[in-house]
């Protein structure tokens, strides 16, 4: 595995053992882990270790929150990419346009509407006590942002399961741009533990813009570091150590490094972006953004960027031995 240096230090939240236990039991309720091996895949990911690690700073509700969000989320990704929904773009893209339609700007929920299909009949429940829970710590902007973030998310879901169904190997360029969208939802759910939303003129800034760029990167080409041998197994080649083994011909040490070596890169311009954004804002947009509510939402970022790093030591989510995916069977559908 290639060392990666990363500039502070990692902390973990007095509440990520509650976390972890109530977001057990958060997926068991709702049915999202329907059989023996889900529960312990679920369990051995250590979701509350890695929310605890990536808001160390949250308050109790939030922090079971947002590992709450990150559960269903994962385990919808996972059926994504392991199940036959993964080769299945035309109902991926139906599944995921209904699932849009829960995130309502007005922060609505009408629950009158029976879901179409039987993976939604599971997660329409879970969603719908996710929506509760976070709408009244959220404005409309930030829930349409939030909308369009899992919107990016999941047509890139829907790109993978095109490529899986032809038998297609992105190109190197073609994968690293598409990337770097799953993780814009959970950076998003900084706001929502320090109650701070970021100002739309500040969001959109070139510079705020590459910073979140640079975490994105470097947190999910560090997943894929540590889940090439997982993804390798499952046959699914969207991995950039495999796309990029792929696309070079070399062995799968030499990606590895090489794509270790991009990971620092990536490391140290979010940390010298981090260091120096509130330097080039204009007295308006500090006026917009006061200093400390700026400083809580880059420690917010630093912190995602060292506890994923730290969980990924941690966690088993990513165990290549498991029997599913030794056998190459993957999930279990919904």
């Known amino acids: 595995m290639p060392h990666i240096h ?28 329907p ?92 969603y719908a006590d996710l929506w509760r829970r976070t709408v009244p710590l959220t404005s409309p902007a930030w829930r349409t942002r939030l909308a369009g973030h899992v919107a990016d998310f999941f047509e890139t879901c829907a790109w993978e399961s095109e490529n899986r169904l032809t038998g297609r190997v992105p190109e190197l360029d073609e994968y690293i741009a ?10 998003d759910l900084i706001e929502v533990t320090t109650h701070s939303e970021v100002p739309e003129e500040i969001y959109r800034l070139p510079e705020f813009a590459e910073m979140n760029a640079a975490l994105s990167d470097a947190d999910l080409w560090t997943n894929d570091l540590f889940s090439c041998e997982k993804e390798a197994l499952l046959g699914d080649p969207h991995n950039l150590v495999l796309v990029h083994q792929h696309a070079h011909g070399t062995d799968l040490q ?7 070596a991009m990971i ?38 630093r912190s995602w960027l060292t506890g994923q790093l730290k969980w990924r030591f941690e966690t088993l989510r990513f165990d290549p031995t498991r029997p599913e995916v030794a056998g190459a069977t993957g999930s279990t559908p919904l």
């Open 6 to 33: 990363v500039e502070f230090p990692a902390e973990l939240s007095p509440y990520a053992d509650d976390a972890e236990a109530g977001t057990r039991a958060f997926v068991a309720r709702y049915g999202l882990v």
């Open 35 to 126: 059989d023996e091996a889900a529960r312990r895949h679920h369990e051995r990911s250590l979701l509350g270790t890695l929310m605890g690690r990536a808001y160390p700073h949250a308050g109790a509700f939030e922090l079971q929150l947002v590992t709450d969000w990150i559960s269903t989320m994962l385990v919808l990704d996972d059926q994504f990419d392991e199940t036959s929904l993964g080769t299945d773009p035309a109902r991926l893209r139906e599944v995921c346009a209904e699932v849009l339609g829960w995130f309502t700007a007005d922060g609505s929920l009408d629950e009158s509407v029976s879901p179409h299909h039987s993976i939604t009949k599971v997660f329409r429940p879970a």
């Open 178 to 187: 598409r990337r770097g969208r799953a993780l814009m939802p959970y950076l």
């Open 254 to 260: 030499t990606s590895a490094d090489a794509v270790g």
């Open 264 to 301: 620092q890169g990536r490391f140290d311009r979010f940390t010298e972006l981090s260091a120096h954004f509130a330097d080039g804002l204009t007295p308006g947009q500090r006026a917009l953004f006061p200093a400390d509510r700026l400083a809580r939402h880059v420690a917010g970022l």
